[in-house]
């Protein structure tokens, strides 16, 4: 009973600690991938399928190779994209329009989730490495449409993708954003990294916590967490 209470006191006083931590923010950045929807929704494996195709046919490989060179493109690059714009010269905005041509019948309204994202206080956008008409459509079968202030996509960002320092810049810009008054929700660890050194409040979201200096939080839990912050 005394080990229960004991628990139960470290996680009061943890949901405590993250609340005040989060106390100035007026400014909440969401990813959107895996970030606001589970990845038990399998929604990006759709697009993999659709970008190895145009390695495929961009630079002339077979499947095998592709997948090689997505990877390449995405350690390199920070995203397939990315990789095909500087090393093959592809143009991003048919590729945009073609990948993300995908169901989202996987997807299922969360509103539960869309109370919490609703209750917090001060300005909600969506920043996403895919492009702008695809996380419209993601959010609205979630439920969540009409809860952002705004919804960047890579076109924003000049097509350069997260993690690049420049792509951040480019979207927080035009956003007007404070860095010093926000927080980041992002699944990818990486794309956590320039918002630290910005001084923005970082959450990965993710089932397996990430060991690095620049993620300040972790949840596997989006809901519950925005939850306990509002506690």
């Known amino acids: 009973m005394i080990a229960l209470l004991h628990c139960t006191c470290l996680a009061h006083t943890s949901r405590l600690m993250s609340a005040d931590a989060f106390s100035h923010v ?7 991938d895996h970030t606001l929807y ?7 494996d759709l697009i993999e399928v659709r970008m ?6 961009a630079v002339g490989v077979d499947r095998a190779e592709a997948d090689r060179l997505r990877m390449h493109y ?3 690059h920070g995203t397939t994209l990315a990789g095909l714009m500087r090393e093959h010269n592809v143009d991003p905005e048919p590729y945009l329009v073609d990948v993300h041509d995908i169901s989202m019948e ?4 969360d509103p539960v989730l869309a109370g919490r994202i609703s209750a917090l206080p001060g300005r909600r956008i969506v920043y996403t490495n895919g492009c702008a008409p695809y996380a419209e459509r993601v959010l609205e079968a979630r439920g969540l449409s009409g809860l952002f202030d705004a919804i960047y996509g890579v076109e924003h960002a000049g097509f350069l993708p997260k993690p690049e320092r420049g792509a951040f810049d480019a979207v927080f810009a035009q956003d007007k954003l404070n860095p010093l008054q926000a927080a980041m929700f992002e699944d990818d660890p990486r794309n956590l990294a320039v918002p630290h050194d910005l001084g923005m409040r970082t959450v990965h979201v993710a089932p397996q916590r990430a060991d690095a200096p620049h993620v300040q939080f972790h949840t596997d839990d989006l809901s519950l967490f925005l939850h306990d912050l509002q506690r």
């Open 52 to 57: 190895t195709k145009w390695v495929m046919d």
């Open 26 to 32: 007026t400014t909440w950045v969401f990813d959107l």
């Open 106 to 109: 996987s997807l299922t309204p």
């Open 74 to 76: 995405w350690q390199t």
């Open 38 to 44: 589970p990845p038990e929704a399998r929604l990006f």
